[in-house]
């Protein structure tokens, strides 16, 4: 079954409302990696995290690896009409690094 | 560096045909991942390779499906028999994968496969 769920599945925002997705997974991970695809392209790497615990941002974007290295999220500030796509979170197993996992992914719809 | 390059980027076959898919990972990059994404829906993982060994497959359907990476030239993605249902984009992506793990992954622009 699905190792790696997100949550929501798809989300509409007017342009400046902020946006955040969770990213949860069934087994420890050793790092987490976020996606995104605008509509009709292909995925394109944002951000790799590592450390339990660990934030990272990219200008409106914050980044979270959780404590027990099992979630995630992903949080947009003033959502603009550029951030419209699907953000997928993916990493690989802690236990197993052959097994590489991707989240269901978020689709995102900012209203100008 | 040229990125990773994926051919045909459209590929239409009718039903029993054979449609074969090919991916170029970028230059220096021994890794490739291969997916499948259905309309509207998220990213499927198929099958994880390093040249010339296949580390994992367990997203790809038993039967009818193969891939490849071999030593010289692209990795492929093999479809006997196509059905309606293998209407997708497949979506191909390299790694330099080091000994810390799995690394960012550089996808290819993807071939949407068409059956009629």
């Known amino acids: 079954g699905q190792q790696v769920m997100q949550i929501p599945q798809y989300q509409h925002v007017q342009e400046g409302e902020d946006f955040t997705t969770y990213c949860n997974s069934s087994?420890?991970?050793?790092?987490i990696q976020w996606y995104k695809q605008r509509p009709g392209g292909h995925p394109v790497f944002l951000i790799q995290l590592v450390k339990s615990g660990e934030v990272k941002k990219q200008k409106r974007l914050t980044f979270q690896f959780g404590e027990a290295k099992k979630n995630s999220s992903l949080h947009i500030t003033a959502t603009q009409t550029t951030d419209v796509g699907t953000y997928f979170c993916?990493?690989?197993?802690?236990?197993?690094?052959?097994?590489?996992?991707f989240g269901s992914g978020t689709k995102l719809n900012v209203k100008p | 560096n040229a990125g990773v390059m994926q051919n045909p980027r459209h590929l239409v076959r009718r039903r029993g045909q054979e449609a074969r898919l090919r991916c170029s990972p970028m230059?220096?990059?021994?890794?490739v991942y291969w997916y499948r994404q259905l309309p509207e829906e998220g990213l499927k993982f198929m099958v994880y390779?390093?040249?010339?060994?296949?580390?994992?497959e367990s997203g790809m359907p038993k039967e009818r499906f193969s891939a490849e990476f071999p030593k010289e030239g692209p990795s492929i993605l093999r479809i006997q028999q196509v059905v309606r249902g293998d209407s997708a984009a497949y979506f191909c992506?390299?790694?330099?994968?080091?000994?810390?793990?799995?690394?960012?992954?550089?996808f290819g622009p993807g071939t949407r496969l068409t059956v009629l």
């Open positions: 087994t420890t991970l050793s790092n």
């Open positions: 993916a990493g690989p197993s802690r236990y197993n690094f052959n097994k590489f996992y």
């Open positions: 230059k220096g990059h021994s890794h």
């Open positions: 992506a390299s790694s330099p994968r080091t000994s810390g793990g799995h690394n960012e992954q550089f």
């Open positions: 390779l390093q040249k010339e060994n296949i580390i994992d």
